[in-house]
């Protein structure tokens, strides 16, 4: 009787791509260089972020002949790519507002909580041979984490450049955490 648990090869090169995506994610968040302000703060953690992003879409496009999956990751690229363009267009006009230390403790303090999350979430998705359900499942915390610390960011003094691009993190990645919950659900995406 074969192994229904092995791992094809295809699962373990798109596996493979995803954890190096998500160690390459976490040393480009954790290892940013931060200051005194909030708004730049937010932007030098949530590009590496955003990267990571266009790179799992990418996986799984090479990976998944799901139409709705592949649509949506195609969407994801978009989204992503714009939003890093807006970020890396504010980072230093908005790294000019410089926050008072408690509020940049409160803020880290937060924000340490939602990465500790977000990447036990996303190291702990299930492996496997259904990769467009695999891929539903790590992008969601993903998601999840782009929308607390956004939400966060909002709690304190930022650039009033930065608010529309934080407001449009909350509702795009909203919208898609929706998307792919229902995706999941659907008996199409089970498969690979």
Known sequence: MANTYLLSDESKHYLCC????????????TTAKLTQSISRNFIVQMIPHHRAAVRMCRNILEASDNTPVR???QRIITQQTQGIEIMEGLVDSCGQLINPQMDLRLYHR????????????????PEGNRLNAIFLQQMIPHHRGAVRMAHN???Y?????????????????????RQMQSLLRRVGCQGA
Do not use: S
């Open 110 to 125: 937060r924000m340490d909580l939602i990465f500790r999350e977000m990447f036990t979430r996303m190291g702990g998705a």
């Open 71 to 73: 649509r949506l990751a």
């Open 18 to 29: 995803y954890y190096q995506i998500l160690d390459e994610m976490i040393q480009g968040i």
């Open 157 to 177: 003094e930022v650039c009033t450049d930065l608010v529309p691009a934080l407001r449009n993190i909350m509702d795009t990645q909203n919208r898609e955490i």
């Open 153 to 155: 960011a909002l709690r």
